[in-house]
């Protein structure tokens, strides 16, 4: 097992979210190297794939996002699980049916824990809890769409298990929650 020192650490941003710089020694089978990092301190989030059993539908939302936006990989909407950050002192159970009523207007209680684990280790503290939920048309509440005052623009996409998996293999799901999710729900016989 390694020994790791701090040596430096620094905040370069804290304005949403803090992304500090660090300097370290780790130590190992008695040798000593320094390493520095960027390390991004993003709060614990979960995410949910949505499933109708009756009428074999799955819903996700799409909405912009400037890294997409960015990385000049067309489109700029992106489809993705509802997904959101878990609020101080918050369950994640509590937080994914926070998201999933103001995302898309359903309020939902059968919901299912199936993974959990770090987004990207080498650089993000982010760390995902992956559920999945029953809805059905019964269970709707508003019209969702996110939350107007944070930004959020949020379009639901109802598709059918055959589609969702087309989209899957087809490569046209490429937000990577979204991806683990759907395919869970493929190697468990969900879709």
Do not use: W
């Amino acid at each position: 097992m390694a020994e790791i020192k701090i040596i430096k650490q620094e905040t370069l941003s804290d304005k949403k979210y803090r992304l500090d710089f660090f300097e370290f020694e780790k130590t190992q089978n008695g040798k000593t190297e320094k390493q520095q990092r960027e390390i991004y301190f993003r709060p614990s989030a979960a995410a949910i794939l949505l499933f109708d059993p009756e009428r074999k539908t799955v819903l996700l939302t799409r909405q912009f996002r400037l890294p997409v936006h960015l990385s000049h990989k067309k489109p700029d909407m992106i489809i993705e699980a509802c997904a959101g950050v878990i609020d101080d002192g918050e369950f994640p159970e509590h937080a994914i049916v926070r998201e999933v009523e103001e995302e898309t207007g359903y309020r939902i209680s059968e919901i299912r824990q199936v993974a959990e684990g770090f987004t990207s280790p080498a650089s993000f503290m982010e760390y995902v809890y992956f559920f999945t939920g029953i809805y059905s048309s019964d269970m709707r509440v508003n019209e969702g769409g996110g939350k107007k005052d944070e930004g959020e623009d949020i379009e639901l996409v109802e598709v059918s298990f055959s589609e969702a998996r087309r989209m899957l293999e087809a490569g046209e799901i490429r937000d990577v929650k979204t991806i683990l999710l759907l395919q869970h729900a493929a190697l468990t016989g969900l879709l």
